[in-house]
């Protein structure tokens, strides 16, 4: 077992320890224009896929001469028995992903491609707190850019809910003060005690939910008999469920506005696969995760803006046991009936050798905060200033992303 899956393993508990002890968050107003009068009321749903998300798999570049020979038996193609979904004349999606791209056909997904926020090394610690917390280096800070984001917002009317979360709540939505979001902290690892919380949660909300939960909980723990053998099939079904809750709380005129979830397992150093394999049952997942929330969220998903990131991508030659290693630039998703899409956008550095970052890795043409910054301003209308002293300290230079917001 190589070092960096020893790091990756330990990263929950190690985590928790950044956070503190605190097992509890609260949503305390809603933001002004949630109560205007034939106004939008938007939602935002961070997802954060822990482990380094393979952007060349998941998006190919196939019209990118040297792809399929860096990226060999799981490289995806145009055709076959599981040809990728085209996205343009370039890209092609996964597969395992016909609902974002159905969403992608109907112009309420879009592909952010060649992006990374600004660490280069490759821990995953400090990579995801690098991600999460929205400064350039780690261990600045344990707040998160999302918990600083919404206490910029307006406060509107005061309710007196307060929601309960796992002591690994992401980052990303950690403050000293109550906050105007729910943040689950469900992995597909999850321990019993967190899974029993969201049991608990969905109980007084959903009845039906709650039960469905139980019994998946139980069959999983039967099937699996830890968290060490725990099957994709497993994972999935989990991250679906913890959307599904999400979406519904979500829904109601009283719910939160914002969410953050964080899903474990995309660590693919060995026997990724292509087309399928392990990697596919993790996007399946994903895509599930997707739908659930727009079909859960109803006549909200119009005002909605999902938007999935990792913490680097994976290197662009497969290694030696058919996966990846840690990289650079990947892939950012965006999915919701707010997103301007049906496009991928990127500065598209290409594959040959002299182009790679480190002589390895996909190039960074984007940066991932501009991406951030440009739907929290257009979706939630945070000013430039708050982005760039409040939400990512030290960015005046990394603008806002015009543009990906309906």
Same mark, same amino acid.
């Given at each position: 077992?190589?070092?960096?899956?020893?790091?990756?393993?330990?990263?929950?508990?190690?985590?928790?320890?950044?956070?503190?002890?605190?097992?509890?968050?609260?949503?305390?107003?809603?933001? &002004?224009?949630?109560?205007?009068?034939? !106004?939008?009321?938007?939602?935002?749903?961070? *997802?954060?896929?822990?482990?380094?998300?393979?952007?060349?798999?998941?998006?190919?570049?196939? +019209?990118?001469?040297?792809?399929?020979?860096?990226? +060999?038996?799981?490289?995806?193609?145009?055709?076959?028995?599981?040809?990728?979904?085209?996205?343009?004349?370039?890209?092609?999606?996964?597969?395992?992903?016909?609902?974002?791209?159905?969403?992608?056909?109907? #112009?309420? =997904?879009? *592909?952010?491609?060649? *992006?990374?926020?600004?660490?280069?090394?490759?821990?995953?610690? $400090?990579?995801?707190?690098?991600?999460?917390?929205?400064?350039?280096?780690? !261990?600045?800070?344990?707040?998160?850019?999302?918990?600083?984001?919404?206490?910029?917002?307006?406060?509107?009317?005061?309710?007196?809910?307060?929601?309960?979360?796992?002591?690994?709540?992401?980052?990303?939505?950690? !403050?000293?003060?109550?906050? /105007?979001?729910?943040?689950?902290?469900?992995?597909?690892?999850?321990?019993?005690?967190?899974?029993?919380? @969201?049991?608990?949660?969905?109980?007084?909300?959903?009845?039906?939910? =709650? +039960?469905?939960?139980?019994?998946? @909980?139980?069959?999983?723990?039967?099937?699996?008999? $830890?968290?060490?053998?725990?099957?994709?099939?497993?994972?999935?079904?989990?991250?679906?469920?913890?959307? #599904?809750?999400?979406?519904? @709380?979500?829904?109601?005129? $009283?719910?939160?506005?914002?969410?953050?979830?964080?899903?474990?397992?995309?660590?693919?150093?060995?026997?990724?696969?292509?087309?399928?394999?392990?990697?596919?049952?993790?996007?399946?997942?994903?895509?599930?995760?997707?739908?659930?929330?727009?079909?859960?969220?109803?006549?909200?998903?119009?005002?909605?803006?999902?938007? /999935?990131?990792?913490?680097?991508?994976?290197? =662009?030659?497969?290694?030696?046991?058919?996966?990846?290693? %840690?990289?650079?630039?990947?892939?950012?998703?965006?999915?919701?009936?707010?997103?301007?899409?049906?496009?991928?956008?990127?500065?598209?550095?290409?594959?040959?050798?002299?182009?790679?970052?480190?002589?390895?890795?996909? &190039?960074?043409?984007?940066?991932? #905060? =501009?991406? @951030?910054?440009? *739907?929290?301003?257009? %979706?939630?209308?945070?000013?430039?200033?708050?982005?760039?002293?409040?939400?990512?300290?030290?960015?005046?230079?990394?603008?806002?992303? &015009?543009?990906?917001?309906?």
């Amino acid at each position: 077992m190589t070092m960096d899956c020893v790091e990756n393993r330990l990263l929950t508990s190690r985590r928790a320890l950044l956070l503190g002890g605190a097992s509890f968050a609260a949503w305390a107003y809603l933001p &002004k224009f949630a109560r205007a009068a034939g !106004g939008r009321d938007p939602r935002l749903v961070v *997802v954060i896929l822990r482990g380094a998300l393979d952007g060349l798999a998941t998006v190919a570049p196939v +019209g990118d001469p040297d792809y399929a020979g860096l990226h +060999g038996s799981i490289a995806l193609t145009r055709d076959g028995p599981h040809a990728a979904s085209m996205l343009d004349s370039f890209f092609a999606l996964h597969p395992s992903m016909p609902e974002f791209a159905r969403m992608y056909r109907d #112009r309420h =997904a879009a *592909v952010i491609h060649a *992006v990374a926020t600004p660490y280069r090394d490759r821990s995953h610690f $400090d990579g995801q707190d690098v991600l999460e917390s929205g400064y350039a280096g780690p !261990g600045r800070v344990q707040s998160g850019w999302l918990n600083r984001a919404l206490e910029t917002l307006p406060r509107g009317e005061r309710v007196s809910s307060g929601l309960a979360v796992g002591p690994t709540t992401p980052l990303v939505l950690r !403050g000293a003060a109550p906050t /105007v979001g729910w943040a689950p902290a469900a992995l597909p690892q999850a321990n019993e005690d967190t899974a029993m919380r @969201l049991v608990d949660l969905y109980r007084h909300r959903d009845p039906a939910l =709650a +039960g469905a939960l139980t019994q998946g @909980l139980q069959l999983d723990k039967a099937a699996s008999g $830890d968290d060490m053998k725990r099957k994709p099939g497993s994972a999935m079904a989990q991250m679906k469920l913890v959307a #599904r809750g999400a979406a519904k @709380l979500m829904a109601a005129d $009283d719910g939160p506005r914002i969410a953050a979830l964080a899903f474990d397992g995309w660590d693919t150093h060995a026997n990724e696969g292509g087309p399928v394999g392990r990697l596919a049952f993790l996007l399946s997942g994903l895509d599930g995760v997707l739908a659930e929330f727009e079909s859960g969220l109803g006549e909200r998903w119009r005002d909605t803006v999902v938007v /999935v990131a990792t913490e680097f991508g994976r290197t =662009a030659r497969i290694n030696g046991t058919d996966g990846t290693d %840690h990289g650079t630039a990947t892939v950012a998703l965006l999915a919701g009936g707010a997103v301007n899409g049906g496009r991928v956008i990127s500065d598209w550095p290409s594959l040959k050798s002299a182009s790679l970052h480190d002589g390895r890795d996909l &190039k960074p043409t984007t940066d991932l #905060r =501009a991406v @951030l910054k440009g *739907v929290l301003a257009d %979706h939630l209308g945070l000013s430039d200033r708050a982005l760039a002293e409040t939400v990512f300290p030290d960015s005046t230079g990394t603008k806002a992303m &015009k543009g990906l917001i309906a």
